[in-house]
């Protein structure tokens, strides 16, 4: 793989951070629960003092956790500045603190009970060496919980390759290569369907475009915006009505401390 973070963060910036918390516009409707990390957060969020999260976008999850519990501390990374500007701090109750870096370049003296990343890690470009930082910021008790595309996401779109993944999608046993030497176990992978229906090849194009997908397919290089310009060019054809479903599979991953 091909990439830097920074040409990541340039991705996550400007009119897709601008637009981030609309990119659902896309979508017709979607069939099963496409956001089951409150729940698995609220396994373990009574007994948590610090939440970390990182690649936290536009703090909606920082939010729904604000809102869940008192006494916590909460810490978001985030690389785009675009995205973290649309945080405002003063409506959470609880102490949060925002850091503009990547995770590469985060440091803490702190130790989190709980840290999360939510649809990042595959846009991580060393994700051994993130997962391995992570675990050293773990209390002991504590949770890192994942979430993140797996090998059936769009799979009858675009097909799962584990080596060289365009979508660089993450099945269980490559979640198991990148712990091995680790001091990380598997506490519990659950995973979700979720099936969206499109109404038409531009919004399910125009969706991979709003979350990061079709720019992930060019390595973030900036010839994505030819296959942009390519599919304004034929929006007419590709708006055609013609209904069809996409499989978004994911992995909610649980690790522990061994
Ligand atoms: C697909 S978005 C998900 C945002 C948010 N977690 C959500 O679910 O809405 C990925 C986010 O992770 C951030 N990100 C990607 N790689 C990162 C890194 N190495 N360090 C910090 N943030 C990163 C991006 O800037 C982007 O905001």
Request: net charge negative.
């Amino acid at each position: 793989m091909s990439f830097n973070s920074s040409d990541v963060q340039s991705v996550f910036s400007g009119n897709i951070a601008e637009s981030w918390e609309q990119k659902s516009r896309y979508i017709g409707s979607i069939d099963g629960n496409d956001n089951m990390m409150i729940p698995m957060i609220k396994k373990y969020v009574t007994s948590a003092k610090k939440f970390l999260e990182v690649g936290c976008g536009t703090g909606k999850l920082l939010k729904q956790v604000d809102s869940l519990v008192d006494n916590i501390t909460l810490t978001g990374v985030e690389m785009s500045r675009d995205m973290l500007q649309q945080i405002d701090i003063s409506e959470f109750n609880n102490p949060i603190r925002l850091i503009n870096d990547s995770i590469e370049n985060f440091t803490s003296s702190e130790m989190y009970d709980i840290i999360i990343m939510k649809q990042v890690l595959h846009h991580v470009v060393s994700r051994k060496l993130v997962l391995e930082k992570l675990s050293k910021y773990l209390t002991p008790t504590g949770v890192i919980i994942i979430m993140t595309p797996n090998e059936g996401y769009q799979n009858s779109i675009i097909p799962f390759n584990r080596e060289k993944d365009v979508l660089g999608r993450i099945n269980d046993a490559m979640m198991l290569e990148y712990i091995s030497d680790l001091p990380l176990q598997v506490e519990e992978i659950k995973h979700v369907n979720t099936i969206a229906r499109f109404s038409s090849l531009y919004e399910y194009f125009m969706f991979l475009y709003s979350i990061g997908s079709l720019q992930k397919i060019f390595n973030y290089r900036e010839e994505y915006e030819y296959a942009l310009e390519l599919i304004t060019v034929f929006k007419r054809l590709f708006s055609k009505k013609s209904q069809f479903l996409v499989d978004f599979d994911y992995s909610y991953i649980v690790l522990e401390n061994k």
